[in-house]
Structure formats: structure tokens, C-alpha cells
Nanobody, 123 residues
Framework: VQLQASGGGLVQPGGSLRLSCAAS????????MGWFRQVPGKERDFVAT????????YYADSVKGRFTISRDNAKNTVYLQMNSLKPDDTAVYYC?????????????????WGQGTLVTVSS
């Protein structure tokens, strides 16, 4: 599975962005998808994950109620809608695919990773 993330950019605090991750290769619908983020010098942190069919989602506490993960299996794409953005959300965001059941917040279970897209929240 090849993953291509896009949609990052500069946004003011309180603003919104929608990240997209387009997949190609093996059957997209067979994979749990996730979003992670990383600040330079720190570990990569879990953000959100979604099950094969999109019926199960799970979020990090830091983004719950502000971010929404979704997927369109017909378009081989997963999205991350980010609202009420804060400066602490500034990071490189990565999408990833895991051949597991249900969902996963563990980066170790994700086999395929996109190249990352930078989100900067600043006034």
C-alpha cells in the first residue's frame, strides 16, 4: 500500500484544516487506517484511527471532540477533519495503514506510512 498525505498548511488558532490520505496498491478496505503526528525531537504520537468499514473510530484525548477521522473506501482515501486548532497541534501529520482487526492506536501495528504533511497553527 502506498500512501500520499496532503492538506497541511498554516492556519490561525481556532481555525480548521482537512487532511487527506490517498492510498494505492493493495485493497484499501482491508486495512485499519490511522493518523499520527510528530514534533521534531519528540516521539510520533497517535491521533486517530478508523476501522475497515468506518464504523469504529478512536481518538487521542488531546483531539477528542475537535478532530474527526473518516474514510471513503470507494475513493481509497482517509480524511482527518481538524477543527478548533491550537498551537499545540502543530506537527507533521502522517497517515498509516495496519492489517489488523477493528482499530489500533499503536504505531508498531502499522505497516505502511505516508510521507507526512506539515500543519502549523500560529497567529
Amino acid at each position: 500500500v502506498q500512501l500520499q498525505a496532503s492538506g497541511g498548511g498554516l492556519v490561525q488558532p481556532g481555525g480548521s484544516l482537512r487532511l487527506s490520505c490517498a492510498a494505492s496498491g493493495r485493497s484499501f478496505s482491508n486495512y485499519v487506517m490511522g493518523w499520527f503526528r510528530q514534533v521534531p525531537g519528540k516521539e510520533r504520537d497517535f491521533v486517530a484511527t478508523i476501522s475497515w468499514g468506518g464504523d469504529i473510530t478512536y481518538y487521542a484525548d488531546s483531539v477528542k471532540g475537535r478532530f474527526t477521522i473518516s474514510r471513503d473506501n470507494a475513493k481509497n482515501t482517509v480524511y482527518l477533519q481538524m477543527n478548533s486548532l491550537k498551537p499545540d497541534d502543530t506537527a507533521v501529520y502522517y497517515c498509516a495503514a495496519a492489517p489488523v482487526d477493528n482499530y489500533s492506536s499503536s504505531s508498531a501495528q502499522y505497516e505502511y506510512w505516508g510521507q507526512g504533511t506539515l500543519v502549523t497553527v500560529s497567529s
